[in-house]
């Protein structure tokens, strides 16, 4: 269950809107890359960015309980760094014509505001 304490506090990672919209990217995407061709080329791509944009809400899951804010800003950080290479991969599929430019600028959108989301988390640690 979502429970969240008093001062919204998040307790769980899915109480998260960040890991929330990963997620959803992650379902999205699951759907994107279904119709693409059956080569090897549409393989490891469509590979390569599933790989990570699920990359992005699994280390903000796995950084949550993590022992200090230290450890927690390098698992927010890699989920940055996921964005950046999810952002790159939408860019060839959309080169390779296996995904319109209107999905792809929607989706980089989505990263977009995933990666300001995960930057602003991360200046919160920051002070």
Request: with cysteine.
């Amino acid at each position: 269950m979502n429970e969240k304490i008093h001062n919204n506090t998040p307790r769980h990672f899915t109480d998260l809107k960040v890991w929330k919209d990963a997620h959803d990217l992650y379902l999205l995407t699951l759907k994107d890359v279904e119709n693409f061709p059956n080569t090897r080329g549409a393989y490891t791509l469509s590979d390569q960015l599933l790989r990570s944009i699920g990359s992005i809400s699994a280390n903000i899951a796995e950084g949550f309980n993590r022992r200090s804010t230290k450890h927690y800003i390098s698992y927010l950080d890699n989920s940055v760094g996921s964005t950046n290479e999810a952002e790159n991969w939408y860019y060839k599929i959309e080169g390779a014509g296996w995904l319109g430019s209107n999905i792809i600028r929607e989706r980089v959108g989505n990263l977009t505001e995933i990666r300001q989301m995960l930057c602003g988390l991360i200046r919160s640690f920051n002070g």
